[in-house]
């Protein structure tokens, strides 16, 4: 059993030092909860709480504390997609709900499982989610000072269970004053994809990941035979030409755990029952 969460990168929320230790502190104690929640459910189940974790602290940007965009609104995207069975479900551009992710598992169930925009608030409404601010005052400042950064803000968990299976969950609240509408990579393919061979999550410039199509091709080239290091090589590589920005943290199915990014300002933990590494 394993586990590994990203905090998305350092610089969306300020990178002074004490910033960078409160994300390691909620970084560590996240991926620590959702081991002991790993013991007693499924992989599946696991990232979807841990993300939930994620979105619940502010200093993140998912859920509460997610970015503005240029209209004064919010609007947030998340994914979760189960390695066994393929199957992927997420919402794009949802309003005023408390976690993305936990509608993305209720969508699960359902032949349409991915929604986007007013049809993913409704489908919220109409599962009993109720109507929710996650706007807090530090984004609402960043807004009205036009303060824009280079951070692009995400957070995700990929799980390996005790029966082999797993799973990978996403979540963002936009790259913040982006055009209304825009969709990032985070509720595609590129930015959380899993199969029983690997799972991944990404971070980072959405357009780049998704024109890398990162996390399937991470994906797709452990399941070819790649070692997982070198399938991170080769992708990242890939984004080299257009000087792509982006991070991952992905789990294999032999339980090897790897992490990449394109800028030294991401957070990562693992922890796998024996070790908690934190990685900067």
């Known amino acids: 059993m394993k586990v590994i969460v990203h905090g998305g990168f350092f610089s969306e929320a300020g990178t002074d030092d004490e910033t960078k ?14 081991y002991e929640y790993l013991k007693t459910h499924s992989a599946l189940e696991t990232v979807v709480y841990a993300v939930t974790l994620l979105e619940d ?45 936990l509608i993305a598992e209720k969508l699960m169930d359902f032949d349409d499982r991915v929604l986007g925009g007013e049809g993913a608030t409704s489908f919220a409404r109409q599962q009993g989610f109720q109507e929710y601010s996650v706007e807090t005052e530090a984004r609402r ?12 803000g995400t957070v995700g968990c990929v799980a390996l269970d005790q029966s082999g299976k797993i799973a990978a969950a996403t979540s963002t609240g936009g790259k913040g004053f982006e055009m209304p509408g825009r969709i990032s990579d985070s509720a595609t393919v590129a930015g959380n994809y899993a199969n ?69 300002m991401m957070v990562f933990a693992s922890f796998d029952g024996d070790n908690l590494q934190i990685f900067e």
């Open 21 to 34: 230790n409160r994300k390691q502190q909620a970084i560590s104690r996240i991926a620590t909860s959702a």
């Open 57 to 101: 602290d502010a200093l993140f940007n998912a859920g509460t504390g997610s970015q503005i965009q240029s209209d004064g609104k919010i609007r947030m995207s998340a994914a979760l997609m189960d390695g066994p069975t393929q199957k992927m479900s997420g919402v794009i551009n949802i309003e005023d709900v408390k976690n993305p992710i």
């Open 141 to 152: 400042k960043d807004y009205e000072e036009k303060l824009k950064s280079n951070g692009q």
């Open 196 to 264: 029983q061979y690997c799972g991944v999550s990404v971070t980072g410039v959405g357009e780049d990941i998704i024109r890398a199509a990162v996390a399937a091709k991470i994906v797709t080239r452990v399941t070819d035979g790649f070692e997982i290091e070198n399938a991170f090589a080769k992708t990242f590589g890939e984004l080299t030409p257009y000087d792509g920005f982006a991070g991952a943290i992905a789990i294999d199915h032999h339980g090897n755990i790897y992490h990449q990014d394109s800028h030294p």
